[in-house]
């Protein structure tokens, strides 16, 4: 991919589901631009393999272990961020929770509620703490991304 003559340098990106996947390769192209990374999800240990591979790319990137799903544990990383940083100019929600495969009818509160916890909730909550930092600091970007089944649901 040709890289576009754009720049981070200076900005402060925080990035949830950031220890695989599609969250991983959103945190290496912000840095990859110059964004300092926040890198943020419940596995502490792919956060850091992600981190070590911006730092080997000239990047910098930090690791927070959270739980989306938990407003405590948002609430203390938004602290965290506040205290160490003073501001945040970019968030990017990207951590999502599938935790049943199966039939609709066998799926239980529990399923339901981690689902909401961390694909619904979780957004709102990092938003809401993400918009107020961010207003004290100028403003901000704030992007969403989501499954493809809220367009294309699966079969059961």
Not at 15 to 31: F, K, M, N, P, Y
Request: hydrophobic share 40%; proline share 3%.
């Amino acid at each position: 991919m040709e890289k576009v003559d754009f720049s981070l340098k200076g900005k402060i990106a925080l990035v949830t589901g950031a220890s695989r996947g599609i969250g991983e390769a959103i945190a290496i192209t912000l840095s990859d631009y110059g964004a300092h990374c926040l890198l943020a999800s419940r596995k502490a240990e792919g956060l850091q393999k992600v981190a070590e591979k911006i730092a080997s790319r000239g990047g910098k990137a930090d690791v927070f272990p959270c739980h989306v799903g938990d407003l405590n544990q948002i609430e203390g990383l938004f602290k965290q961020i506040k205290e160490q940083y003073g501001k945040l100019h970019i968030l990017i929600n990207n951590a999502g929770a599938n935790p049943f495969f199966g039939e609709m009818l066998d799926a239980d509160e529990g399923v339901w509620n981690k689902t909401f916890d961390v694909n619904l909730k979780g957004p709102f909550f990092m938003i809401q703490h993400a918009a107020r930092l961010m207003m004290e600091s100028g403003g901000g970007s704030i992007v969403n991304t989501s499954s493809i089944n809220g367009i294309k649901p699966a079969p059961f």
